[in-house]
């Protein structure tokens, strides 16, 4: 690596990083810095073989890639989980700093890929949203370098998170083959097609859910939106569910309840929203011309479906967030 401004400043934001995300690592509890950790780590101790981890496909298939990752690949080791996850994070990162080459935002790029606070201290015991994040960012190395690694290593990182990201790469790879106009047709045909689906899931499942969702204080608005969907109106939610997955919480603002991962989830909000105002000034949510709203669009089509709402399901969005914020010549050619 030949030493430039850029190998230094970037050489030097990694570093930092590093020795934040390792003092995390040696120091605090997992309860103040990860969800479900715990709860990864005390299945994996009960397991006893790949055929016991295969089971949970019957139960919960979305368990099953985090149980391989960590339980099978890295022996239930919390610091190969960190070196391991730290790595192929980093990898990812330097490779977009990268391939924007000469973008002239790509230093603040970087640091606002790093600074957000659900994501810095998820590298120290086996979560899902690390593994969905750096997912997301190989693709969005493959949709600036079309390097067929990238692509490879997206899914990988999809099949260790859960089934919904792998679904959400086929479909963008298959979407964005197309013009804009069939693009937009089939962006609203997604829309039927999910209300529809929605509308004839399981009743008893749903009721279940919304009876949970319903206890929730935060939003009563939330229940209300479940019972909307039922209903086949999706299409109608779709963009107030997607706010408030966003950042619901800063409407609701609790100082009482931000203790713990909770404060680094509204951090990431707050992240999140100012974001979304750039991206909205610089006219990046924008089928035609932006090379990565398709991905935002489809990420947030899959996320939104579900009753619960759960910020830390968005939190592999939020590097796509970034570069519409942020990426000058992230425009296509218009077809």
Do not use: W
Not at 48 to 56: H, Q
Not at 175 to 182: C, E, T, V
């Amino acid at each position: 690596m030949a030493i430039t401004k850029s190998n230094i400043f970037l050489s030097c934001v990694i570093l930092i990083f590093f020795l934040i995300t390792f003092y995390i690592y040696h120091n605090i509890d997992l309860d103040y810095i990860v969800a479900d950790a715990k709860y990864y780590i005390d299945l994996a101790d009960r397991i006893e073989s790949i055929s016991a981890v295969l089971n949970f496909i019957k139960v919960n298939k979305n368990l099953v890639g985090i149980l391989i990752y960590y339980d099978i690949i890295l022996q239930e080791s919390l610091l190969l989980f960190y070196i391991v996850t730290f790595s192929f994070f980093v990898y990812s990162i330097i490779s977009i700093y990268k391939n924007l080459g000469n973008e002239k935002n790509k230093n603040i790029i970087l640091i606002f890929l790093l600074i957000n606070p659900a994501i810095i201290t998820t590298f120290s015991a086996p979560n899902k949203e690390i593994l969905g994040f750096i997912s997301i960012l190989f693709i969005l190395n493959y949709i600036i370098n079309k390097r067929l690694i990238y692509i490879l290593l997206a899914i990988v990182f999809a099949i260790f998170t859960r089934f919904e990201l792998v679904v959400l790469i086929i479909g963008y790879l298959t979407i964005s083959k197309f013009n804009y106009s069939s693009k937009i047709i089939i962006i609203m045909l997604l829309l039927v097609l999910i209300s529809i689906v929605v509308y004839y899931f399981d009743y008893s499942y749903f009721h279940m859910q919304n009876r949970i969702v319903s206890r929730d204080e935060s939003l009563g608005i939330v229940s209300y939106l479940a019972d909307l969907n039922q209903k086949g109106l999706y299409i109608l939610t779709f963009p107030i569910k997607l706010l408030i997955n966003l950042f619901g919480a800063i409407l609701v603002f609790n100082p009482l309840k931000l203790d713990g991962y909770a404060l680094n989830l509204y951090l990431s909000q707050l992240l999140m929203f100012v974001l979304t105002g750039l991206a909205l000034i610089n006219k990046s949510f924008s089928l035609r011309h932006n090379k990565y709203y398709l991905l935002f669009l489809l990420y947030s089509f899959i996320f939104t479906i579900p009753v619960y709402i759960q910020h830390r399901y968005f939190l592999p969005i939020y590097p796509v967030l970034v570069l519409l914020a942020f990426q000058s010549n992230s425009y296509i050619k218009q077809k």
